[in-house]
């Protein structure tokens, strides 16, 4: 069976549900964040996979957001001491990353799928 004779998943649902970016129904992770090697229900091959730092970026600049600015916001508001900080932000921060990686993983992985992106390559004449 060829790729056109699958049907296309959303990759973006796909992704969040960690499904196979073809079919959209067989598992894309066989661990919290280990790609499997090949979706069990239509074949495809995830040898293509590579979200390399994608998903750490990602998750980085989206949690750091929110907990730099609740951290701030808690500064000023009530200037607790600095001990507190590390209670409540270090394991927020993690809390909230192992999540976000396995989502943005798996998007950046169906949108890689969908739009047949590969390694780059320059051709150089000859």
Same mark, same amino acid.
């Given at each position: 069976m060829s790729?056109?004779d ?6 973006? #649902? @796909?992704?969040l549900r960690?499904r196979c970016? &073809?079919?959209?129904k067989g598992r *894309?992770?066989?661990? %919290?964040? $280990?790609?499997?090697?090949g979706? +069990?229900?239509c074949g495809l +091959?995830y040898a293509?996979?590579?979200a390399?730092?994608g998903?750490?970026?990602? $998750?980085?600049l989206?949690?750091?957001f929110?907990?730099?600015g =609740? $951290?701030?916001? *808690?500064e000023?508001?009530? +200037?607790?001491? %600095?001990w =507190?900080?590390f ?5 927020l921060t993690? *809390?909230l990353c192992l999540?976000? %990686?396995? =989502?943005?993983?798996?998007?950046l992985? $169906?949108l890689?799928?969908?739009? /047949? @992106?590969a #390694?780059g &390559? *320059?051709? /150089?004449p #000859?």
């Amino acid at each position: 069976m060829s790729n056109a004779d699958h049907p296309r998943a959303n990759p973006v #649902e @796909a992704g969040l549900r960690g499904r196979c970016p &073809r079919c959209g129904k067989g598992r *894309l992770f066989s661990g %919290l964040l $280990a790609v499997r090697s090949g979706c +069990d229900v239509c074949g495809l +091959d995830y040898a293509f996979a590579d979200a390399a730092d994608g998903p750490a970026v990602f $998750a980085i600049l989206f949690v750091g957001f929110v907990v730099v600015g =609740l $951290a701030l916001w *808690l500064e000023v508001s009530y +200037d607790p001491p %600095l001990w =507190l900080h590390f209670v409540i932000w270090i394991p927020l921060t993690v *809390l909230l990353c192992l999540p976000a %990686l396995r =989502l943005l993983k798996g998007v950046l992985i $169906a949108l890689q799928f969908a739009n /047949r @992106a590969a #390694e780059g &390559r *320059l051709d /150089r004449p #000859e």
